[in-house]
């Protein structure tokens, strides 16, 4: 997730390429694609380039696919040495990474609002006396 990487401060974001299964983030990984993230990088920028190296990734499959086969494109699938960590990011887990309260340090909000912010729909949630307010 683009706004946890910004928020723990990661070195590199990557993109991924899988099949299809019933559970989010579980089919077999066909490619993986990491990347450096510079450390002013926004949701948006991250967001863009991730998108871009997806595209590549995507471009490359439907090269082999059409090279190699289905049958060769599986054999490649399992020599994939890449599986899934158990650190799924829930949407109840990015929405409370996007909320804060009052009682947080200035630097806390000031994290969570360079992790969150994502104009011209996404900012921080604050919830004050029961009413929320977004800030962009």
């Known amino acids: 997730n683009y706004n946890f ?8 974001y990557g993109v991924t390429l899988h099949l299809m299964s019933a559970k989010v983030d579980s089919g077999s990984i066909i490619s993986v694609k990491r990347f450096p993230i510079q450390p002013d990088v926004t949701v948006a920028e991250l967001k863009d380039r991730a998108n871009v190296e997806m595209l590549k990734m995507l471009d490359k499959f439907i090269k082999d696919l059409l090279l190699l086969g289905e049958d060769g494109l599986l054999k490649l699938i399992s020599n994939q040495i890449e599986v899934w960590n158990e650190n799924t990011i829930s949407r109840k887990k990015l929405n409370d990474l996007c909320t804060v309260s009052l009682n947080l340090s200035a630097e806390e909000i000031k994290k969570r609002l360079r992790a969150c912010h994502y104009p011209p729909k ?15």
């Open 5 to 12: 990487a910004i928020y723990e401060q990661a070195r590199e």
């Open 122 to 136: 996404y900012g921080l949630d604050v919830v004050i006396n029961g009413k929320t307010y977004n800030l962009l």
